[in-house]
């Protein structure tokens, strides 16, 4: 289901008259700030992860030499 440009249209001239044309860069700005938060907050929850899954494995690492020292 895609939209043509009848519907794009349409849409556009919505918003416009409902919004009114002052008031559409500022959403316009407000959205863009919104994805800019939402790509840094992503990318730090994936930092944190490999963090943590790097820790995690480092971690085993050293409890099987701890393991094969032992034996």
């Known amino acids: 289901m895609s939209l043509g440009f009848t519907e794009?249209?349409?849409?556009?001239?919505?918003?416009?008259?409902?919004?009114?044309?002052?008031?559409?860069?500022?959403?316009?700005r407000a959205m863009g700030r919104a994805s800019y938060e939402f790509r840094k907050a992503k990318e730090e929850l994936s930092a944190e992860s490999r963090e943590f899954m790097?820790?995690?494995?480092?971690?085993?690492?050293n409890e099987d030499l701890k393991t094969e020292k032992a034996s």
């Open 54 to 61: 790097e820790a995690a494995e480092k971690s085993a690492e």
């Open 8 to 28: 794009i249209v349409l849409i556009a001239l919505f918003i416009l008259i409902v919004f009114g044309a002052k008031r559409i860069p500022e959403l316009a």
